[in-house]
């Protein structure tokens, strides 16, 4: 049997992540948001944040605070947390 590719696994996770039957913390939420951006754009830019409501900079905040990771890290992190949530 052959292992899938990393990024075959974050795809994965990300629709198992956008179909959950159940909402999770925010802090877990706020964790996955940081991981996906961080995999799917890179760096965080405070330029990037269009609008400058409470929930937004939360959102940048995580982001930034994952900018040190290279996006494959990120994506390997995504992929544990919604494992994690998703055992049964």
């Known amino acids: 049997m052959e292992e899938k590719d990393l990024d075959t696994l ?3 996770a ?32 405070p330029m990037y944040q269009h609008s400058f409501d409470l929930r937004n900079a939360f959102k940048m905040n995580a982001w930034m605070q ?3 990771l290279q996006p494959d890290e990120a994506k390997k992190l995504y992929i544990e947390i919604i494992d994690s949530v998703t055992k049964t």
């Open 10 to 12: 974050f795809h994965e």
């Open 14 to 45: 990300y629709e198992k992540a956008s179909n959950l039957a159940h909402p999770l913390p925010q802090d877990v939420m706020l964790r996955l948001y940081a991981y996906y951006k961080q995999a799917t754009i890179g760096e965080a830019n």
């Open 66 to 68: 994952v900018r040190h």
